[in-house]
């Protein structure tokens, strides 16, 4: 069985249950969003798509 899920979602499903469960401030979160948002308008935005590609095609190749 495959699973796919979007990234965002998965995130924020870990940041939620950071937040929840370890303590994560909400002033945290928000620069860390802030940084994501940042990111994604730099050059080096798509090496960073290619490789959560390549390492979601790799963990999708599992077989357990």
Known sequence: MIL???GVVLFGIV???FFRKDGLKLS???VC???GFYLS???IAPSIKAG???LA???GGLKF
């Open 52 to 54: 959560s590609a390549s």
């Open 4 to 6: 796919s899920i979007s």
């Open 57 to 59: 095609g790799l963990l």
């Open 33 to 35: 969003a802030l940084f």
């Open 41 to 43: 308008s730099t050059a």
């Open 15 to 17: 940041a939620f249950l």
């Open 28 to 30: 945290h979160g928000l």
